[in-house]
């Protein structure tokens, strides 16, 4: 078909009016997102281009973009940059801008692109090799370049130079991971046509995240030093045929170091590039296709943008109104704030921390909290004297095992001159008092364990309770430890003086008796004293029963007398003071707290 002229420009009216409407809000809308720090929070629609050093990276950008970039060899890109192209009406002048960090600068002329861009990194990444992954963000519009917004990253780096870490291949590929395996992220791949593709360490990282091609598009380059014969390898990998990308691939010429030095301009290299590929006799089919040259990537590239922009839309507008709705809900426990007015703050203060205290004392019953932190105080005690019931119970099976093996020594360790039959108080004393002893440091380490936890749970609620409050929040933290530790030493104390007091070992407990009864009525075998016997008769051939009766009384009397003082069901045993001495330091002292809090 052939067109007017007049018809021509009504047809290109056309697709600019719709390219208005649809193509450049959308482009629009992410670089704002991405302009008010939203990309913190939430991945972003983006094209990534990555490709190892040398493979003509900065070349092909320079060319999409129309300004010189930083080139040189070794790590030119240092940092990130984020290169935002709009396209502006013809006749209307170039505009560049510059920013980072804290820094925001027009670029009037062009051609100081690339020294902002250093000056840029050097102020980052500082003077050198190093790396950082702040971003730097390059804005350009003139009626030569596309709608457009692409990622630059560092080239990849395979092997340390003069001045550069050991493991500068290790951070590049970090800082590249990090955009790359985000789903919103189309990765462009940039391959030099004189390698094995296969081989590229950026093709190969780009597979690891995305295994299906689905977001990554190749970009070969450097098509004018392919070897002869080899023209036909590249066009089966452009065509998909050797490693199958679902986006596919395009294949540009850009300039080379020697046009560079020729002051070759970018408008002229891509003349050549025109001509380069229509004259090839390899390359010609791929520019019939609209496989070839940097205008045709540049087409490509927006409209995969844009689709890809569009796909990810309702999905990112559900992730925005979920962050949303938890920021909202983090900004109402804040509530309304402290009153403008000097005179009113106190009280206000004062009200604040009466509720927490009160919140306190609430851990301690069971009650509602009123700024609703989830927590059992109940719970999480219950466990520690769990495990403190399992001491008693393991030191419990020790002794007994131990008397017996003690026991069966009485003769040759501690029978004096006391006439057969007679009971040694003094070992009876002894073996008590060790018992005790081994008790003491358990105890005293499950209280204070216990009074740590307790600790824990204000600091929790103090946190939950002065939110937007840091300093009120360290002032309570700072008076909640000295009262825990001044009522931990109280406990302990009482706790020591307690065992000192199971030092005197005596009791008019009924149980005694009663317990000493009920093992003297059982069956030996029942009793545990056969291996005393069978101990003694190996040890002592001929020993007189009465000593064998005489021991037997004696493992009664023991086990009677720590079932009643010992044992979790010894009712006024050490147990039981130990665990009364645990509640003092968790709930009896919470008015303590709320005093000294106010004060």
């Known amino acids: 078909f052939s067109f007017s002229a007049e018809a021509k420009g009504t047809s290109m009216n056309c697709l600019n009016q719709q390219y208005e409407e649809k193509v450049r809000p959308c482009i629009d809308l992410i670089d704002s997102l991405r302009s008010l720090g939203v990309e913190k929070d939430l991945a972003l629609p983006a094209i ?250 540049a087409e490509k590239l927006t409209a995969e943008l844009v689709h890809h922009v569009q796909k990810s839309l309702s999905r990112l507008e559900e992730e925005i109104e979920k962050k949303l709705a938890q920021n909202q809900e983090e900004l109402d426990k804040y509530g309304s704030g402290p009153p403008l007015n000097t005179s009113e703050r106190l009280g206000y203060i004062i009200d604040k921390v009466t509720e927490f205290t009160q919140d306190a004392i609430s851990l301690t019953t069971r009650d509602e909290l009123k700024f609703g932190v989830k927590s059992n105080l109940f719970f999480t005690l219950r466990k520690e004297f769990a495990a403190w019931e399992d001491t008693i119970e393991r030191s419990g099976v020790k002794f007994n095992s131990k008397i017996e093996q003690e026991v069966a020594q009485y003769e040759q360790k501690y029978c004096g001159r006391e006439l057969p039959g007679f009971i040694n108080y003094k070992t009876f004393e002894n073996m008590v008092k060790e018992q005790i002893k081994q008790l003491e440091e358990p105890a005293v380490l499950t209280l204070k364990e216990v009074a740590e936890l307790v600790k824990k749970e204000l600091f929790k609620l103090a946190e939950s309770s002065f939110i937007g409050y840091p300093n009120l929040i360290r002032t309570i933290k700072m008076k909640i430890e000295d009262i825990k530790k001044e009522k931990e030493f109280a406990a302990e104390f009482m706790l020591r003086t307690q065992f000192k007091m199971e030092m005197i070992v005596y009791t008019q407990d009924p149980r005694y008796s009663k317990n000493l009864g009920n093992l003297r009525r059982e069956p030996e075998q029942n009793c545990g004293f056969t291996q005393v016997q069978l101990v003694y008769e190996a040890k002592n051939t001929g020993i007189r029963n009465e000593t064998a009766t005489t021991l037997e009384e004696m493992m009664r009397h023991l086990k009677s007398y720590y079932q009643v003082n010992f044992s979790t069901y010894g009712f006024i045993s050490t147990i039981n003071y130990t665990t009364a001495f645990l509640f003092y330091i968790c709930f009896t002292c919470m008015e303590d707290y709320k005093k000294g809090l106010q004060n």
């Open 48 to 297: 990534a281009v990555i490709g190892d050093q040398g493979s003509g990276k900065s070349s092909v950008l320079e060319a999409l973009s129309g300004v010189a970039l930083p080139r040189g060899s070794g790590i030119v890109t240092r940092c990130p940059l984020e290169l935002k192209m709009k396209r502006r009406k013809e006749g209307q002048e170039w505009y560049g801008k510059i920013s980072y960090q804290y820094h925001e600068e027009e670029i009037e002329d062009p051609a100081d692109v690339e020294k902002f861009i250093r000056d840029a990194q050097d102020e980052i990444a500082g003077v050198g090799v190093g790396i950082s992954e702040d971003l730097i963000t390059l804005e350009i519009a003139s009626p030569d370049v596309p709608d457009l917004t692409l990622i630059d990253l560092p080239g990849i780096a395979r092997v340390a130079v003069k001045g550069q870490p050991e493991n500068i291949g290790d951070q590049i590929k970090g800082l590249i991971q990090m955009f790359i395996k985000k789903q919103e992220t189309i990765n462009l791949v940039v391959v030099p046509c004189n390698v094995d593709i296969a081989a590229t360490e950026a093709l190969k990282m780009a597979r690891e995240v995305d295994p299906d091609g689905e977001r990554t598009l190749g970009i070969l380059t450097k098509p004018d030093l392919v070897d002869k014969d080899t023209e036909q390898t590249v066009v089966q990998i452009v065509h998909n045929e050797i490693i199958h990308l679902k986006k596919g691939y395009m294949i540009v010429r850009c300039r080379g170091q020697k046009e560079i030095t020729e002051n070759v301009s970018l408008t002229k290299a891509t003349e050549r590039e025109k001509a380069f590929f229509k004259d090839h006799s390899y390359f010609q089919t791929l520019y019939n296709e609209g496989h070839a040259t940097v205008s045709k990537l």
